[in-house]
């Protein structure tokens, strides 16, 4: 019985770990990978050692940070092999939660919302950071997990996991210097979205910061730009002369942890998500998914 019920605990972790990795990893996918390599790894214990771990919950958590640990340090090379500009799965708003009741409580002052922490521009910024880095900010600012316990993760002092993630703080503080309101990005992707409906070439470029980046990751699956569109006037042309393409095609707003984005249906199926990043009124960066890969969570 005392078996049954560690097991049941065990395998009621499996969302939350498949929430950790994907902050750690960047896609659905790839956490999944991990979360089955840390059931794995529980259970090729025998059942004597099993029950010795008296919180499995935080064996769990450990054991799948350790696999991610792992996994970032070949993550680079794998980008590089990659067809096309590599983005981050974008996920919509509460598809994975953040930490439950009871697993931590560090300082909210110095933690991200959980919503910020699936969101697209954080996630890239996630890419920048060492593999250390990385799981030291997930596990503390998003987990809340103790620096004695990363420690033991990330096989270094508590102090130099308290660095780590205070270095990681750093890259996301100054990633939001100009970062929009969460306001001014919704009105701002509004104007967009009018716009667009409109065909209106001259409004899309007056909504778009004149150096405007489009990246699109089709992952040599679905057609793609294979290099960013720069330039407000060539990703507005860009954009509709998609549309044109796709006359059958409809397009929805969508809230995503990085404010309104859009959808776009092909009858029933999800074609591509975009999500939008705004500064000072204009739109200066937009990521078009298309990879079906990274699509599993919508539609």
């Known amino acids: 019985m005392v078996d049954e019920t560690i097991d049941a605990a065990v395998i009621g972790e499996r969302r939350q770990?498949?929430?950790?990795?994907?902050?750690?990893?960047?896609?659905?996918a790839e956490a999944e990978d991990a979360v089955q390599e840390t059931y794995a790894r529980w259970y090729r214990l025998d059942p004597a050692e099993r029950a010795a771990i008296a919180n499995p919950a935080a064996w769990l958590t450990r054991v799948a940070s350790r696999v991610c640990l792992d996994a970032l340090g070949s993550a680079r090379a794998r980008r590089e092999r990659y067809v096309g500009p590599w983005l981050p799965e974008p996920v919509p708003n509460g598809a994975l939660p953040g930490p439950l009741a009871g697993h931590g409580g560090a300082d909210p002052l110095d933690r991200v919302t959980l919503d910020d922490s699936v969101s697209t521009a954080l996630l890239l910024v996630l890419e920048t950071m060492t593999p250390a880095e990385r799981v030291a900010f997930v596990l503390h600012d998003v987990f809340a997990v103790p620096f004695d316990e990363i420690a033991e993760t990330v096989g270094r002092t508590p102090a130099a996991c308290r660095q780590l993630a205070a270095s990681a703080r750093r890259r996301i503080a100054a990633s939001r210097t100009r970062r929009a309101t969460r306001e001014e990005h919704d009105r701002t992707v509004a104007a967009f979205a009018a716009a667009a409906q409109r065909g209106d070439l001259a409004g899309l470029v007056a909504v778009l910061d004149p150096d405007?980046?489009?990246?699109?990751?089709?992952?040599?699956?679905?057609?793609?730009?294979?290099?960013?569109?720069?330039?407000?006037?060539?990703?507005?042309?860009?954009?509709?002369g998609v549309a044109a393409k796709n006359e059958g095609f409809e397009t929805t707003v969508a809230e995503t942890p990085d404010g309104l984005g859009f959808v776009v249906w092909d009858g029933g199926r999800v074609d591509s998500v975009l999500t939008v990043e705004v500064v000072e009124g204009r739109i200066v960066e937009l990521r078009m998914m298309r990879n079906p890969e990274k699509l599993t969570l919508w539609g």
């Open 17 to 28: 770990l498949v929430s950790l990795c994907f902050r750690m990893l960047g896609t659905v």
């Open 212 to 240: 405007a980046v489009l990246r699109s990751d089709g992952g040599g699956i679905r057609s793609a730009a294979r290099r960013p569109v720069v330039g407000a006037d060539r990703v507005a042309r860009f954009l509709l």
